[in-house]
């Protein structure tokens, strides 16, 4: 069973309408013996990265979460929920994450070059996502140039040997990373039509 988390935080229907379209029997909990029994999970996410590290602990869900990753569950954030993944963030402050993947998430508007200060924040759209590893299990059912559905204004750093996808929005975007049993998805593939879809899939054979 895959099970969608449940803090208080993200797009939990659609990405539970979406898990279910592809065939996938799925929960909604935010119950950590849940968690801990799951046979893959999903951490979605929207709103500000303190507030979902803080909802997260109060729920008593990060000991489920470390458990299931040193168990080698195949675990899954999304948007806010890739995020949470790493270190440390300094969206309104510095937060500590999860740091189940080494690096850190900054601004995207810091980073922007001086001739493309016209772009906006949030990154809100479609972009196509430039695949550095095609053999990566998570990119099975992906191809170069796949468009997908973006809505961020924070993006990660010093992460480059986990990036398995990027994307360009001022700056080059770590649109999909992994480590180990540890994947990241910075779009929202419940919003990303027939690529989202596949990325879900794909996500659902991995062991």
């Not at 200060?117 to 759209?125: C, E, Q, R, V």
């Not at 929005?169 to 027939?194: T, W």
Request: hydrophobic content about 40%; aromatic content about 8%.
């Amino acid at each position: 069973m895959t099970v969608i988390i449940d803090y208080g935080v993200g797009n939990l229907f659609s990405l539970s309408s979406s898990l279910r379209h592809i065939g996938t029997d799925c929960t909604v909990s935010g119950d950590p013996e849940t968690v801990r029994n799951a046979e893959r999970i999903i951490l979605p996410g929207v709103g500000a990265f303190g507030d979902a590290m803080a909802k997260l602990s109060a729920s008593g869900l990060i000991p489920a979460l470390d458990h299931a990753v040193r168990s080698e569950i195949p675990l899954l954030g999304i948007c806010l929920g890739m995020q949470l993944l790493f270190e440390e963030s300094s969206e309104y402050g510095v937060h500590l994450g999860l740091g189940f993947i080494p690096g850190k998430i900054r601004p995207l508007s810091d980073d922007f070059p001086r001739q493309t200060s016209a772009l906006k924040t949030p990154h809100m759209g479609w972009n196509s996502l430039d695949v550095r590893i095609p053999e990566h299990p998570l990119m099975k059912f992906t191809k170069n140039a796949d468009c997908v559905y973006f809505v961020h204004s924070f993006y990660a750093v010093s992460c480059e040997e986990y990036i398995v996808s990027d994307t360009e929005y001022g700056v080059k975007i770590p649109a999909v990373v992994a480590l180990g049993n540890v994947f990241g998805c910075q779009f929202h593939p419940e919003k990303s039509g027939k690529t989202g879809l596949d990325i879900l899939r794909a996500f659902t054979e991995i062991n």
